[in-house]
């Protein structure tokens, strides 16, 4: 059974720095791995996507990368400002089934 | 853009009762699903659908139900509701073409069962 974990599982930093939001999951079986961003009481918000045949994938300040054999992704978000700030969230999928979560990363930005 | 919509922001219902959970997407999504999410756990799967009047069990099924009468809306059923169903429901769609199978998020139905 899958197993996806998110370190650290929270982070404050101050505004402008780059940071990295590690992810590691047990199966590199995997069809694809999706990051989101939730913020309280809302729903998930799809960041990226990155397919099994895929290394990264960019949008903006953020690039995610994947490395199947060692079960790995990471998140880098460049510059950060206070309005990235939020819970990040990783999940591996099987194709058409759902999705195993990580439980996420708490992110502050520090104004 | 793709818009994932569910019937209530906030319920709350009484041990015992039956309780409906309606979930709406508006992309012609072939795949559609239910989560819940709670603090400490995370998000973890119900169910799932991927065409009409078919189900398939998550890893969380215990005391739920669901139908997918039209492929656009998949309702999730609290046949009795329990003060352990307590939680954040999150529903989400994919398309089956392209075999990408991008997940789109609702805004989520906080449930409070007392």
């Known amino acids: 059974k899958q197993e996806v974990t998110q370190i650290p599982a929270a982070l404050s930093v101050p505004e402008g720095e780059n940071l990295v939001l590690n992810c590691s999951f047990t199966d590199s079986a995997i069809y694809n791995l999706q990051w989101f961003r939730q913020d309280p009481g809302k729903g998930l918000t799809s960041l990226l996507l990155?397919?099994?045949?895929?290394r990264e994938q960019t949008s903006g300040r953020l690039n995610a990368s994947l490395d199947k054999s060692s079960g790995r992704s990471t998140l880098y978000i460049a510059a950060s400002q206070p309005g990235d700030s939020a819970t990040y969230l990783c999940?591996?999928?099987?194709?058409?089934?759902?999705?195993?979560f990580g439980k996420g990363t708490h992110l502050i930005i520090q104004p | 853009d793709v818009k994932v919509t569910q019937s209530s922001r906030y319920l709350v219902k009484r041990t015992g009762e039956k309780v409906f959970l309606e979930c709406v997407q508006d992309m012609d999504h072939e795949n559609m699903f239910w989560y819940r999410q709670d603090p400490g756990l995370g998000l973890r799967l119900i169910y799932f659908?991927?065409?009409?009047?078919?189900?398939e069990k998550g890893d969380i099924p215990e005391g739920y139900s669901v139908s997918r009468e039209k492929k656009e809306r998949f309702s999730l059923i609290l046949e009795s509701a329990s003060t352990n169903q307590t939680s954040m429901y999150l529903c989400?769609?994919?398309?089956?073409?392209?075999?990408?199978?991008?997940?789109?998020f609702g805004p989520g139905t906080r449930l409070t069962v007392t």
């Open positions: 990155i397919q099994s045949s895929q």
């Open positions: 659908s991927y065409d009409v009047k078919m189900k």
């Open positions: 989400a769609s994919s398309y089956l073409g392209l075999a990408v199978y991008e997940q789109y």
């Open positions: 999940a591996t999928g099987g194709g058409a089934d759902g999705l195993t």
